[in-house]
């Protein structure tokens, strides 16, 4: 992964259940995509952090979304990369923008894209904190 430090886990099930529940908790928010993966909603239900979710790669209802929350309140938007079952790009740049503009983390889940797009992107696409 040409990476300093990497975690590997035997499946996508056991990061997403793992990862959430691990980094957000009571009093905290995650906000999803409307069409992530399986194994994000459960990783989700499995943390005790409210849920939110923005329809399908709509930046304009993400940023509705986080205007309603609490500027110093953890926020945690997990998205998919690559979606696995439309193919769908996660719109990361605009993801990023908000993530600033709002005080939030971003997880992304590359279960379905890792190696896709080569080397180019690579530092882009695991966890963005």
């Known amino acids: 992964m040409n990476k300093e430090d990497v975690l ?14 691990s980094v957000v908790g009571r009093g905290d928010y995650i906000i999803c995509d409307d069409r992530d993966h399986a194994s994000i909603v459960d990783g989700r239900r499995l943390s005790f952090a409210t ?12 940023e509705r979304v986080l205007q309603k929350l609490p500027q110093e309140s953890i926020k945690l938007i997990v998205v998919d990369g690559v979606f696995s079952m439309e193919g769908d790009l996660a719109n990361l740049p605009e993801i990023i923008k908000l993530k600033h503009k709002y005080n939030c983390s971003v997880m992304v889940d590359e279960a379905h894209g890792l190696g896709v797009f080569g080397k180019q992107v690579e530092e882009f696409v695991i966890i963005l904190v």
Do not use: I, P
């Open 8 to 21: 590997c886990f035997s499946t996508g099930f056991s990061v997403n259940s793992g990862v959430l529940a």
């Open 51 to 62: 849920q939110l979710h923005y329809k399908h790669n709509d930046m304009e209802d993400l």
